[in-house]
């Protein structure tokens, strides 16, 4: 078995694993959503656009690797390359941007004092369904010029200059559309990641100052068990670390491979992973957190106890 394949087996199971999580989550909180609204919370709207866009990106990134990973080289066609790669940009644009604004929304509801936070506060829930939907439509924007841009690479040692990956290439390649275009995505990106660490340091400090006050009104019973404030902070740092590490890895191994002379396919194969990660960690941490998904578990275990 050659090492291609035996990447392709590896990214075949993140790929699925990541997808089955996020459709999991994305399930709960339509089901939340349609069947038990007393039960939703505000931050539902931010998770289900994030479990949906990480379970459209993982299908579109990591098929493409995977098959390619076997040797097959499917006929897409034209429109079938620009729908895949269009589809894929704007979904990792809105997990990034939902992954933002998950942190903020969550900054601005553990802040307890000033008063210009008040109104923030109490209009937050409001402004997530439209600051979402501008989102979608500000990146189907942007991202129009893959629509114009893409065809279908029919060869894959055919190297022409610009972008290009295992099933798609640029038809005309002008460098000033280019430079504007990624200087668009770059500055997009760093303003949301940078979004995405404040406020998630911030939510650090104001749990930490938290747990110092409640340690000294708490009991030495209760004050040996690990307390809220510390398990929101280890899932803040967890999302934190794993987002901003495998994003700057991403986008060095893609500015390398793809500003470099020659193509690296197997290096393309470890960034396709790379990018993956983050997709698949996500889930599983909101996971642990979420009390629904174990509440759920346990009436259905209830009720086939009953019918026994």
Request: overall charge positive.
């Amino acid at each position: 078995m050659s090492r291609d394949t035996l990447f392709g087996i590896l990214l075949a199971i993140q790929t699925g694993t990541g997808f089955l999580g996020n459709s999991l989550l994305f399930a709960l909180y339509m089901h939340t959503f349609f069947a038990l609204p007393h039960k939703k919370k505000p931050a539902d709207g931010i998770l289900a656009h994030l479990t949906l866009a990480n379970a459209l990106t993982l299908l579109l990134r990591g098929v493409p690797s995977i098959i390619s990973s076997f040797g097959m080289s499917p006929e897409l066609g034209d429109t079938g390359c620009k729908l895949v790669l269009y589809t894929q940009r704007v979904t990792r644009s809105i997990s990034l941007y939902t992954t933002s604004l998950q942190s903020m929304f969550q900054a601005v509801t553990i802040t307890v004092r000033g008063r210009k936070w008040i109104w923030l506060k109490n209009n937050i829930s409001t402004l997530i369904q439209p600051s979402i939907f501008s989102c979608w439509v500000i990146n189907m924007v942007i991202y129009s010029q893959i629509i114009l841009t893409i065809v279908a690479n029919r060869n894959i040692t055919d190297v022409t200059s610009g972008y290009y990956g295992f099933f798609w290439k640029l038809s005309t390649y002008d460098h000033q559309v280019a430079v504007i275009f990624l200087s668009t995505v770059l500055t997009q990106d760093v303003f949301f990641l940078s979004l995405t660490a404040c406020s998630s340091v911030y939510m650090v400090t104001v749990l930490s100052r938290h747990h110092r006050v409640a340690r000294l009104i708490r009991s030495s019973v209760h004050s040996s068990r690990s307390s809220p404030e510390h398990r929101a902070t280890h899932v803040i740092l967890i999302l934190l670390c794993c987002f901003i590490f495998f994003y700057c890895t991403n986008s060095f191994l893609t500015l390398y491979t793809h500003l470099g002379n020659n193509r690296n396919w197997q290096l393309e194969n470890v960034n396709a992973f790379i990018s993956s990660c983050y997709l698949t960690i996500c889930p599983f941490v909101l996971m642990k957190n979420e009390k629904r998904i174990a509440r759920v578990n346990f009436i259905n275990c209830r009720s086939r106890i009953c019918i026994h």
